[in-house]
T-cell receptor, first 111, second 116 residues
Framework: KQEVTQIPAALSVPEGENLVLNCSFTDSAIYNLQWFRQDPGKGLTSLLLIQSSQREQTSGRLNASLDKSSGRSTLYIAASQPGDSATYLCAGDSNDYKLSFGAGTTVTVRA | DGGITQSPKYLFRKEGQNVTLSCEQNLNHDAMYWYRQDPGQGLRLIYYSQIVNDFQKGDIAEGYSVSREKKESFPLTVTSAQKNPTAFYLC???????????????FGPGTRLTVL
């Protein structure tokens, strides 16, 4: 079963700084790696999906990379804004193709 | 306006009661899922369904039951057998291509269940 870890659990940065969020997983035979955003008390919103054949995906200020050999994915958010404050979760599939989620990194962007 | 709806937003349960959480989607997705989220933990899969009239247990199915009589609906019942049901419950759906469940999942707004 895929195990997913996100460190740190919380992060606070000043507005304008670039954000780097880390995700590690145990099974390198990953099919998809997904990044989600969750606002307090809300559901999850999909940000980026990286297939195993890809090394990165980009959407606006967001860029996510996938390194299967090291078991790591990184989400970069350029020029952070207070509106980026949220919890960011990563999730990867396991051999049975079900998603395993990390506990998330809660980001606070200070104005 | 396509999406996933969950109701109610807040639900309170007394000890020994069964309660049912609603999940409806109009995205024409084949696959639907129920997750439980506890503070400081990742989402854990309760049940999932790939097609109508079929569903499978996830990692923490004990004390829960589901049905999938319609493509659009996947209700979750939290039974009295679930000893610690207080949590945030999230429903999701996705397409189901090539037998893979891990296409992009779309989530509902969640239901917060509290046991009194």
């Amino acid at each position: 079963k895929q195990e997913v870890t996100q460190i740190p659990a919380a992060l606070s940065v000043p507005e304008g700084e670039n954000l780097v969020l880390n995700c590690s997983f145990t099974d390198s035979a990953i099919y998809n790696l997904q990044w989600f955003r969750q606002d307090p008390g809300k559901g999850l919103t999909s940000l980026l999906l990286i297939q195993s054949s890809q090394r990165e995906q980009t959407s606006g200020r967001l860029n996510a990379s996938l390194d299967k050999s090291s078991g790591r994915s990184t989400l970069y958010i350029a020029a952070s804004q207070p509106g980026d404050s949220a919890t960011y979760l990563c999730a990867g599939d396991s051999n049975d193709y079900k998603l395993s989620f990390g506990a998330g990194t809660t980001v606070t962007v200070r104005a | 306006d396509g999406g996933i709806t969950q109701s109610p937003k807040y639900l309170f349960r007394k000890e020994g009661q069964n309660v049912t959480l609603s999940c409806e989607q109009n995205l024409n997705h084949d696959a639907m899922y129920w997750y439980r989220q506890d503070p400081g933990q990742g989402l854990r899969l309760i049940y999932y369904s790939q097609i109508v009239n079929d569903f499978q247990k996830g990692d923490i199915a004990e004390g829960y039951s589901v049905s999938r009589e319609k493509k659009e609906s996947f209700p979750l019942t939290v039974t009295s057998a679930q000893k610690n049901p207080t949590a945030f419950y999230l429903c999701a759906s996705s397409i189901f291509s090539s037998g893979k469940l891990t296409d992009t999942q779309y989530f509902g707004p969640g239901t917060r269940l509290t046991v009194l």
